[in-house]
């Protein structure tokens, strides 16, 4: 009796790992769609990413419903407990990602409306070190690989450059011409949103060195986005010649 009632509670956790593995796979495609929505002008398939989204949000309610009922029936402690309360945490910061994603397609519409500018190319480039930190951590949730989680997790400094980068560059595209301040605009609210998309999977990471290790991850993260503080000062004997070449 006693050894059924522990194989079954380890194939419950199991499927709960499973869920979260799947939500987890959907919000990764949600992602690469988003941005390929961008970089194509595609306004099929940000439609189709905006509607994907309640697909995440049923997943968050399932694991919810799941590990609430655990804990009540089971009562579970020590790695058992952990597995519970990191599955919730982690479907909380899968269910942002998915609405962050759907945030970049809705601006896409918008931004497919107008002409292109420049600095749309630098959107994908993120979009694919955002990709890749995903893909890192949700690997090493599978592995429960706490080495894979640190490392995917100190990439969101060399997301916070990129981003702080972007943020320059098209605040100095506006100032060249003001024609572009619409585009631009959404773009920066794009860049915003895959720059949150890397903080919600660095969340994860560190969920998972608790999941593994017992402990939080007793380390400042890596944070090094200078938007807040980015000035960018238009030159008086430039700004016409710069007008006039855009």
């Known amino acids: 009796m006693t050894d059924h009632i522990v194989r079954s509670f380890a194939q419950e956790l199991q499927r709960l790992s499973n869920l979260i593995t799947q939500m987890g796979g959907v919000a990764e495609a949600q992602v690469d769609a988003a941005v390929k929505a961008v970089g194509r002008r595609d306004v099929t398939l940000a439609t189709q990413v905006m509607q994907a989204d309640q697909r995440i949000d049923a997943y968050e309610r399932d694991i919810d419903a799941e590990a609430i009922r655990l804990l009540a029936l089971r009562q579970p402690l020590a790695q058992d407990l952990r597995e519970i309360v990191s599955a919730l945490k982690i479907s909380s910061d899968l269910e942002r990602i998915g609405d962050y994603a759907s945030n970049i397609a809705k601006r896409s519409l918008a931004l497919a409306q107008v002409p292109a500018v420049r600095p749309v190319v630098a959107v994908p480039r993120m979009g694919r070190l955002v990709e890749a930190i995903m893909k890192d951590v949700l690997d090493a949730y599978i592995e429960r690989d706490v080495a894979k989680a640190i490392a995917a997790w100190e990439r969101d ?87 006039g070449q855009a």
């Open 157 to 243: 400094e060399e997301l916070d450059d990129l981003y702080t980068s972007l943020f320059r560059e098209v605040l100095t595209y506006m100032m060249e011409d003001p024609r572009t301040i619409t585009p631009c605009t959404h773009l920066l609210f794009m860049a915003k949103n895959l720059e949150r998309i890397g903080d919600h999977a660095t969340n994860i990471a560190e969920t998972i060195h608790f999941l593994v290790v017992g402990a939080p991850l007793r380390v400042e993260r890596p944070k090094s986005d200078g938007s807040s503080f980015a000035v960018v000062t238009p030159s008086s004997d430039n700004d016409s010649d710069r007008t």
